[in-house]
């Protein structure tokens, strides 16, 4: 019999998928750690092993938590030391080692501006840099790496010949799911834009102000910049959310909400489209369509609360941290060691 992985995820807690990680692997009896600094947002989910401040502190603890896992997983294209100096001493110990990457760290401006007539350029996504990065973590690895979804494959299939996707992570148990009212006479509208540009709020703003000058009656709440727990409490209200318009994929935002029981307006590139399941719940827009699409869900509202319950069990099928877990130690198991 297999003794079980011991999983550390680091270095960072980016949108809080490696400490949702760490806390769906220890829900299916995996022993697993997320060793990151607090994240800003604070997030319900923490980093179980706070990245202590001060360079000498942080190396003492990270030089620990390596020695105690099996399985080291690396975010965003990061390590815990610089030159991943970290990564190959633990490879060649015997650990076991895969790098998941999130988007910006790999994207290729060259090659996004080719396929996504939308796309906004975000500071650091560099053709240069991206293929450094790629090539260094393809040596290290023996060609394993992860993503959530697809939207990356023209990226890593030149330069990982393994290339694992096991969905974005949350935890569908705290999200009770409060659906669009059919009866509501002024829906609320809800876009959470964690950067303003890349996810088209300014598209966004002037769809929703088109609608409201042709008397549809809306309310639009635009959440930016507050703590998790505050934004939640706003996305409950919600009928209809949009998650972006310019990146090509949706995000954790819209994994959120549809655990709530939202119905997520989304631009998903068409090339992009069939590699999710069938039945994904998500309306699709584009920048030119928003305001038509927008018009016309708002008016059946019977259908939103319908595209609300399928999204709910939509994001409990396929993006609960547990569900996700089992997928990650498939992975594991696959990696040399």
């Given at each position: 019999m297999t003794t079980p992985p011991r999983v550390l995820h680091a270095p960072i807690d980016?949108?809080?998928?490696?400490?949702?990680?760490?806390?769906?692997?220890?829900?299916?009896?995996?022993?697993?750690?997320?060793?990151?600094?607090?994240?800003?947002?604070?997030y319900e989910q923490s980093p179980d092993i706070v990245a202590p401040a001060g360079r000498l502190p942080f190396l003492r603890a990270a030089a620990g938590a390596v020695r105690s896992h099996d399985v080291l997983h690396l975010h965003y294209g990061q390590s815990l030391v610089r030159g991943a100096i970290d990564a190959r001493l633990a490879r060649r110990l015997g650990r076991r080692i895969v790098v998941e990457f999130h988007g910006s760290d790999v994207r290729m401006p060259s090659v996004e501006r080719e396929r996504n007539p939308h796309y906004v350029w975000l500071e650091g996504e560099d053709d240069a840099v991206a293929t450094g990065r790629m090539r260094r973590w393809s040596a290290i690895t023996?060609?394993?790496?992860?993503?959530?979804?697809?939207?990356?494959?023209?990226?890593?299939?030149?330069?990982?010949?393994?290339?694992?996707?096991v969905g974005h992570r949350i935890d569908t148990r705290r999200f009770a799911p409060a659906y669009p009212n059919p009866a509501a006479r002024r829906p609320v509208v809800v876009h959470s834009p964690s950067t303003i540009a890349a996810k088209g709020t300014?598209?966004?703003?002037?769809?929703?102000?088109?609608?409201?000058?042709?008397?549809?009656?809306?309310?639009?709440?635009?959440?930016?910049?507050?703590?998790?727990a505050q934004a939640q409490a706003l996305y409950r209200r919600a009928d209809l959310?949009?998650?972006?318009?310019?990146?090509?994929?949706?995000?954790?935002?819209?994994?959120?909400?549809?655990s709530l029981g939202k119905?997520?307006?989304?631009?998903?590139?068409?090339?992009?489209?069939?590699?999710?399941?069938?039945?994904?719940?998500?309306?699709?827009?584009?920048?030119?369509?928003l305001a038509g699409v927008l018009a016309d869900w708002l008016a059946r509202p019977a259908d939103l609360a319908e595209r609300g319950r399928a999204s709910r069990a939509y994001a409990e099928r396929e993006h609960d941290c547990r569900v996700v877990?089992?997928?990650?130690?498939?992975?594991?198991?696959?990696?040399?060691?």
């Open positions: 980016i949108a809080n998928q490696p400490a949702l990680s760490a806390y769906g692997l220890r829900e299916i009896g995996i022993q697993a750690h997320c060793f990151a600094a607090l994240h800003p947002l604070r023996d060609g394993h790496a992860i993503q959530c979804d697809h939207s990356l494959d023209r990226f890593l299939d030149p330069w990982f010949p393994h290339v694992h996707v300014p598209i966004v703003r002037a769809a929703v102000a088109a609608l409201q000058a042709d008397g549809v009656p809306l309310e639009y709440v635009e959440v930016h910049g507050v703590a998790h959310v949009i998650d972006q318009l310019c990146s090509g994929s949706h995000g954790v935002f819209a994994v959120e909400a549809m119905p997520v307006v989304c631009y998903v590139l068409p090339e992009l489209v069939p590699t999710f399941p069938p039945d994904l719940p998500l309306i699709l827009a584009t920048p030119d369509t877990a089992q997928r990650l130690l498939d992975v594991y198991e696959q990696l040399p060691r």
